[in-house]
């Protein structure tokens, strides 16, 4: 059997991106954690946290991310799945977690060059720039304890694709 991938890292560093690529070259389907949780509430991320607040997004992010687990699946979770412990050991227990590693004015340059990155509204209200250190220095050793793989995340998405399949020792479908 399969198992599942997961791919974990805060906003921008590429989890959608690098997750579409991956189940493409390993003939996986792809399931984003983010997306589930729209499709199935008919809601954004930031209505969901506008109408319910923050804690019920996160209870729903859990939910989602047992909807989705699947054999043979790349599965691009929420930036925040790691703070729940619950979150961390349900994915190391049903899959390969892989951290996509950036740091955060990389990230903060991908965010602010989308258009769509309005949609989601900041923690806390501050530069996106400011808040991606902080979320990184908060969560760097939460991503590291959920992941089997570190993988770097600056690289072009072939290559990281390419680092993937070799630290999970997968070949190309
Ligand atoms: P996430 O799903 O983790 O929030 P995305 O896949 O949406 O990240 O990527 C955020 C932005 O960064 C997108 O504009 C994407 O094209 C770009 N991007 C993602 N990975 C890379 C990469 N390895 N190199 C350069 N740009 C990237
Ligand atoms: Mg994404």
């Not at 043979?72 to 925040?80: D, F, Q, R």
Request: hydrophobic residues 40%; negative net charge; aromatic residues 4%.
């Amino acid at each position: 059997m399969s198992l599942p991938i997961y791919l974990i890292g805060a906003r921008g560093c590429g989890k959608t991106t690098i997750g579409q690529a991956l189940s493409q070259a390993l003939g996986y389907a792809f399931r984003d954690t983010d997306h589930h949780l729209q499709l199935t509430t008919q809601r954004s991320v930031a209505e969901i946290v506008a109408t319910e607040g923050w804690d019920s997004f996160r209870a729903r992010e859990s939910e989602s991310l047992r909807a989705v687990t699947a054999p043979a699946s790349v599965i691009a979770t929420g930036g925040g799945m790691v703070l729940a412990d619950v979150n961390r050991h349900f994915m190391r227990e049903h899959g390969q977690v892989i951290w996509l590693n950036a740091p955060s004015d990389v990230l903060a340059d991908r965010l602010e060059r989308q258009p769509e990155a309005a949609q989601r509204p900041t923690l806390t209200g501050r530069p996106i720039a400011e808040e991606m250190e902080d979320i990184l220095r908060e969560r760097a050793q939460l991503y590291r304890q959920a992941a089997h793989h570190e993988v770097n995340a600056m690289q072009a998405p072939e290559q990281v694709v390419e680092h993937i399949l070799q630290s999970l020792s997968l070949a190309r479908a």
